[in-house]
């Protein structure tokens, strides 16, 4: 498993390098940065604190790189992606094992993320070997003929950075640079600080499966010292980003007219009327807002049950959530540490917000470390905090509602809008109710999620700019070049329509 002398180049004792010019190098700053888990504050690794001369270093090697691998045929492009999704697959335990332990997420979902990523590698090659153009005729606009033609196909948009978030920093970076790859552009690569030594890896990965030396670059430091000397670096030509909507509405600033690609956050509202099934609505809403503790864009973050069934719905969430494990992610327990104390101290303060306000404590509400327990607030009112802000933690406020207008009003007065979920067996009513929400998608009878991921995948509002998934990211990171062939009319066929007998 995992053998290839690369791994002995990519750090020194503990000092993970970044990578440029298909070499693992050391900043020249001195600096590092601590990556410690976040369940037990043990050190994983430190990693280079980039200076702003080796960005523009590292985006200048990419740039040098855009026409090599834009005139790599798309079938060894592809050949490539595939040897690398069969890499991952390979090292999943071992990759799985380092995710664990930097970002505290159980060791079962870490290993899967691995293996979805690999999915997406394939998935990806798959797509692109399909991808065309399309040819159109100018007749269709009057005092133009069909001598006119246009072609297109697509073609890379040169440069793309892909920034990646704490909570999948290795499935959110690979969606990014496949596709980015595959389309021919050249990858510069930022990791999120923490998750950034699993996301290292893929300089290895790649560098083994053929991606050739400059073409995909690595550079590792605080977003807060070097995101906008990235971000607004005309060497880029193009960004996509997961990470939270403060960080991203300050990115599309910076970065002016580039194209970009935002999945942002979320306050996804799951709309329970009277007539849901209860066993399949309660089981996608634990699920759904406690996974990995809550720390999903995606995750349920709130829930909107008519009076008929909100007293049961309440009882049935509150007896699924006492029987979530707490503890070591290591021992894959469902709730574990959040990323930060930072973050635990947030999430606390929409909980006493909302205590100090007259909600109902069901359960949870404790914490020990970067852990808190799962905790599900009752009657909550929309002049409390949490009816409004993204926790990001294990909280679930409920708000009781009385029509399913009420439901859509409070859903979309939201400033977010990625997904929205109705459990009900009318699925008459859930379809024109899914058609009032204002979110990127609407899932009846599920709870809100991302995947499959060749499924479109986008915000409206706050939650986000452009639309993911395979197909849709190929398409975000190329653009159509059309070719117009002017045919002189000597050699047009001239027939006149003939009238009946
Ligand atoms: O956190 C944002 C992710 O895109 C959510 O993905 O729905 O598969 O957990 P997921």
Redesign the pocket.
Known sequence: MMQTTQFEDMKEGLDYKYYCEGKWKKSTSGKTIPIYNPYNNELVGNIQACKKEEIDRIIQCARDNIECWKDTPLNERVDILRKAAKLIRDWAEPLGQKLMKEIGKPIKSAISEIV?TADIFEGTSDFASTLGGETIMGDAFEGFTREKISMSYRVPLGVVLCIG?F??PF??TGSKIAPALVAGNAVVMKPSTQGAITALHYGIILQEAGVPPGVFNIVTGRGSEIGDHLIGNSGIDMIAF?GSSETGKSLARTAGMKPLLL?LG?KDAAIVLDDANIELTVKSIVSGAF??SG?????VKRVLPMPKIADKLVEMVVGETLKLSVGDPEQNNTIGPLISSKQCDFVQGLIDDALEKGASLKCGNKREGNILWPTVLDNITTDMRIAWEEPFGPVLPILRINSAEEAINISNKSEYGLQGMIFTENLDLAFNIAQELEVGTVQINGK????PDHFP?LGTKSSGLGTQGIKYSIEAMSRPKAVVMNLSEKGKLVRECKAGE
Not at 295 to 299: G, K, L, P, S
Not at 448 to 451: A, E, M, N
């Open positions: 979805r978030p909570n999948y499935n959110l997961t999945e979320g996974s990995f720390q999903r864009c995606t995750a809100s999620s991302r995947g995948f």
